[in-house]
Structure formats: structure tokens, C-alpha cells
């Protein structure tokens, strides 16, 4: 026989099911309300974003056309705003996937590709694309398209020796000064060779052949009767930056390099704005590191004697070492009719730890403890 259950028990049991029923009916409702909350907040978000990309373009409206080759993908990070010397407040960033080309507003931008980082400056109007392919060993790629450059900050592009800018693919220059063991492999190449008929070996340049009408004027560092090449030629010298050559010397060299070349590059001094635009990059920096004149002692740079692949933390915006930290350069732009300029730290020269873009013209035939040179590589398509 079955007890019947207790009232009060029932009552109980009802009331419970009824508190369940409407704390899971509340609980249900404030996940509703968080839902709607969450959904609210995206659209806020996103409605902001897009606002906000609006404020930006019409207060950065695109102004230039950017692309690249060479790799599958970039990130442009604006940097700089269009005066060029005051950060952004909002700096903003685009991923470009594919070889498409973007357009961006004018300004300063670090475009990264891989583990590299270069410096882009866009100004208006301007169209420009890049080549990220990987470059020869030995040598790294310069961009094209304007920058700031000179004592005085002038906007322009880097030239060639027609006055042509590099607005496209830009050059090659090779990223360490030419070091003794290179330049021996040249004087090598003369070692019981004669001249022509002409007194002229195949590599001496039209300067000197303007110079020195009666033949060779002779690439072994000399000066006078005095042998300039015997105590650089030493084995542990072998990777320090040659010295002692001039102007003519540095042609010659060139012409060796473009008779043994086994594809179709030619090789050739930098100009005077190709130099300065490896060394600085576009934002006006006066040295290749950044401002830090000292940098080089700092780093324990052993000044003439160093080595031309040492020091990386002093490399330029493009990869270049010593351009500011070992010996000045031989380029091939002329100061007026007889000199050419010489560019770089020669530490013999104070204005040098001033500014890199300070340019000196010297005679062609004057050879000196304290100059070098590095070479350009152009490529035949």
C-alpha cells in the first residue's frame, strides 16, 4: 500500500522547478544580451575602422602608385609624414600579397620583404616598382625613385652617368669596397701581358687614354719611384679595401671585371648621386648607420686597416657596409673639367664625421693612403 506524498513536500518540489525555470530563463536572456552586445561592439568597431580609413584618406588621400617583383609578398609601414620630419601620430601599415600595386599616400614607409627592411619615399604623381629578386653574390640592390640627398636636403633621384634617373629597377653595387685580394687578381691579369700597338692595355679607360696619349699610365699602386703595393699585398691584408689607387686605376679595374665578365654585366664606378643614395638611403640621414657620428669608434673600427665585410650594425638602409666607416670612393661624376669626387670617410678629412654627403673632387691621377673605390653592376635585359 503506497503513502501519499507529504503537501508540503510537493509544494517544495514546485517551487524549485519554478526558481530553475527562471534562473535558466535568465540566463539565457543575459547571453542573448552579451550576444547582442558583441555584435554591436563589431559593428561599432568596424564602422569606426572604416570611418576612420575615411578621415585618413581624405586627409592622406593617395597621391602615388606603388608595386614590386621579385617576391611573394610586402609590408609597407608609413613612417614619416609628408614634411619628412615629423613621425606619424597614427602610424598605419598595408600587406600586399602578390605582385598587384598599390596606391599610397606620399611620405616616408619602411617596406618590408623577407628579413629585410628598406626605406620608400612617395611623392605625388610619382609611379614606381621595385625588384626584390635576389641579388649577384657580392653585390646589393639600390631602389629607384626620389629621396633626400645633399648637404642641404635636396629631393632627387639617383642618376646615371646620362643624367637618366633609376626610377625603375635602381642599380647594383657591389656591398663591400674592393678589397687587395680583388685588385691582385687584376695586376695578375697584366703579369706579363703588353700592351697594344697603341701603348694601351684593352682595360684602360678613355680618361686615361685623354690623359696619358702615349700609353698605360701603370695600375700598380706607385707613387713616383716609390712601390705603394708591396706592403698592402701582405696575406693578412688580403681582405682590407685597396688603397692607393686613383681615378684611372679604378676605370681600369672596371674594364677588367667587364672582359672577364661570364654573363652580360657591365661594370662601372658609381656617379656621385648613385653613391650617396646607397650610403643614405631617402630620408635624409647623414650617415649610413643614422646620426651617431661616432658610431664607427664605438664599434671599434680600426680606421684605414679595417676589414671591408666587418661591422654590420654600420651597414647603410640597403645593406652596403663601410660606405661611411673605411676609405673614401672614387666616383664618376667630375667636379668642374679636370677633378671627380671622392665620397666618403677618408679619416683624414673632419667634414667626413659631419656628413657623408660632403663631396671633395680630386685629380685623377693623385693616389692616396686614405681612398678606394667600390663598383656598380649593371645588367644587360
Not at 149 to 163: F, I, K, M, N, R
Not at 220 to 225: D, L
Not at 305 to 328: A, E, F, I, N
Not at 354 to 359: F, K, L, R, S, W
Request: proline share 7%; aromatic share 8%; with cysteine.
Amino acid at each position: 500500500m503506497g503513502v501519499a506524498p507529504n503537501r508540503d513536500d510537493v509544494a517544495v518540489q514546485g517551487g524549485s522547478m519554478t526558481v530553475n525555470a527562471g534562473l535558466f530563463n535568465q540566463t539565457r536572456l543575459l547571453w542573448a544580451l552579451a550576444a547582442a552586445l558583441m555584435v554591436a561592439l563589431i559593428v561599432a568597431v568596424q564602422s569606426n575602422r572604416e570611418l576612420a580609413d575615411q578621415v585618413d584618406v581624405l586627409e592622406h588621400p593617395p597621391v602615388a602608385t606603388f608595386g614590386f617583383s621579385g617576391t611573394d609578398s610586402i609590408a609597407i609601414n608609413l613612417v614619416r609624414s609628408p614634411d619628412f620630419f615629423s613621425p606619424v601620430t597614427d602610424p598605419r601599415t598595408w600587406v600586399v600579397v602578390g605582385d598587384a600595386a598599390i596606391e599610397l599616400p606620399d611620405g616616408i614607409f619602411d617596406v618590408t620583404f623577407g628579413d629585410r627592411t628598406w626605406p620608400l619615399l612617395l611623392a605625388e604623381g610619382l609611379e614606381l616598382t621595385w625588384d626584390l629578386s635576389p641579388e649577384p653574390e657580392g653585390f646589393g640592390r639600390v631602389p629607384g625613385g626620389p629621396g633626400l640627398s645633399g648637404l642641404d636636403l635636396v629631393l632627387g633621384s639617383p642618376l646615371d652617368t646620362d643624367g637618366v634617373a633609376h626610377t625603375g629597377q635602381g642599380f647594383l653595387l657591389s656591398l663591400t669596397e674592393v678589397a687587395v685580394a680583388d685588385y691582385a687578381q687584376f695586376l695578375k691579369s697584366l703579369t706579363g701581358k703588353k700592351p697594344r700597338v697603341d701603348g694601351f692595355y684593352d682595360c684602360c679607360s678613355p680618361q686615361e687614354r685623354e690623359l696619358f696619349p702615349d700609353g698605360c699610365s701603370g695600375h700598380k699602386p706607385a707613387r713616383g719611384s716609390r712601390d705603394l703595393w708591396a706592403s698592402q699585398n701582405q696575406p693578412e691584408y688580403q681582405r682590407r679595401a685597396v688603397r692607393e689607387v686613383n681615378l684611372l686605376d679604378a676605370l681600369a679595374y672596371c674594364g677588367f671585371l667587364n672582359a672577364t665578365a661570364q654573363d652580360k654585366s657591365t661594370y662601372r664606378l658609381p656617379t656621385r648621386s648613385e653613391w650617396e643614395r646607397a650610403a643614405r638611403g631617402v630620408d635624409g640621414r647623414p650617415f649610413p648607420w643614422g646620426t651617431d657620428p661616432l658610431l664607427p669608434l664605438k664599434e671599434g673600427v680600426a680606421g684605414l686597416g679595417t676589414t671591408v665585410d666587418t661591422h654590420p650594425s654600420l651597414r647603410s638602409p640597403y645593406g652596403h657596409l663601410h660606405m661611411g666607416s673605411g676609405v673614401s670612393e672614387w666616383c664618376l661624376t667630375k667636379e668642374g673639367k679636370l677633378r671627380y669626387y671622392v665620397m666618403g670617410r677618408s679619416f683624414d678629412l673632419p667634414a667626413d664625421r659631419i656628413h657623408v654627403g660632403y663631396a671633395v673632387g680630386e685629380s685623377p691621377i693623385v693616389r692616396s693612403a686614405s681612398t678606394g673605390f667600390r663598383v656598380l653592376r649593371e645588367t644587360v635585359r
